[in-house]
């Protein structure tokens, strides 16, 4: 067996060279990290960011857009869309009710995955799925007898385990924020 030319030795150095080249851009390009700062409140409620940025994807640019009135009225739904480069990325509708609506109901089951009954929460029910949260509870505020906020996620980890402990986590703190916000008495 006789030893590569010259000629060969190149042309297999340029291959290698041209794949790690493509290889360090394709890399550099899908790690574009977040040019946005997140915000310090999500749907008009005080956000802790540290809570909401594992909710979120990488991007240039947040926006959020309010629709439906917004939480301190008397009148409800509240819904907003949290937007990543004109991405949806968070969903919420906030309504309020005079008595428990169950989120297991089959009339409401299109808004999960997966679905799961979290217990241990200061709530009376919350319910969670691959990518979204129902949570009801009483409120007993000077606006509302309850409040009951649907959250629905569209990025987040591609580990499902870890993507349902992000909104688990996002839901219990929006939750608790909204009632103060609201001044709910329970």
Request: charged share 25%.
């Amino acid at each position: 067996m006789t030893a590569p030319s010259y000629k060969h030795r190149t042309v297999r150095l340029s291959a290698l060279l041209a794949s790690c080249a493509v290889l360090a851009a394709t890399t550099s390009c899908s790690s574009q990290g977040r040019d946005y700062t997140i915000p310090k409140k999500f749907c008009h409620i005080t956000m802790n960011p540290d809570v909401m940025a594992p909710t979120l994807p990488d991007g240039k640019s947040i926006e959020q857009k309010f629709r439906g009135t917004d939480l301190t009225s008397t009148s409800m739904p509240a819904i907003c869309d949290l937007r990543v480069d004109k991405k949806d990325t968070i969903y919420a509708n906030v309504s309020r009710s005079e008595k428990f609506l169950d989120p297991r109901d089959p009339i409401e089951s299109y808004k999960f995955k997966n679905l799961e009954v979290v217990k241990g929460l200061p709530f009376d029910m919350t319910v969670l799925g691959d990518r979204s949260i129902v949570i009801d509870t009483k409120c007993n505020g000077p606006k509302t007898p309850r409040v009951r906020p649907y959250l629905a996620f569209y990025s987040g980890s591609e580990d499902t385990a870890q993507r349902r402990k992000d909104i688990l986590a996002f839901g219990k703190a929006y939750t608790l924020a909204l009632k103060k916000e609201l001044g709910c008495t329970v």
